[in-house]
């Protein structure tokens, strides 16, 4: 499966980076599983489960807080204050 460059940062610093096959969060309007070749857009997230597929199919699961997601076309990036792994 294809993969992407993700980076989630709290204002503490980075709290993942690397390559990911997927990442699901809840967005403000629900729940969202992003892909590599997905369409650019900006939206909010709130207090749930994210789970970060990693490059060798490795699942990352915590609770992130609210903050803000930001998909381009050659990277997809979250804000947050803070993220509680597994």
């Keep these: 499966m294809k993969t992407y460059p993700l980076l989630?940062?709290?204002?503490?610093g980075d709290l993942f980076r690397g390559n990911a096959q997927m990442l699901i969060?809840?967005?403000?309007?629900g729940?969202?599983?992003i892909l590599a070749g997905h369409v650019p857009f900006v939206t909010g997230i709130v207090r749930g489960k994210c789970t970060?597929?990693?490059e060798d199919e490795t699942r990352k699961s915590g609770v992130i807080e609210e903050?803000?997601?930001t998909v381009d076309t050659d990277q997809?990036?979250?804000l947050t204050s803070g993220i509680e792994w597994e």
Excluded at 8 to 12: A, G
Excluded at 25 to 29: L, Y
């Design 8 to 12: 989630i940062s709290s204002p503490d």
């Design 76 to 78: 997809v990036t979250v």
């Design 67 to 69: 903050g803000i997601l």
């Design 25 to 29: 969060v809840r967005g403000t309007e």
């Design 31 to 33: 729940d969202l599983a």
């Design 52 to 54: 970060v597929v990693t």
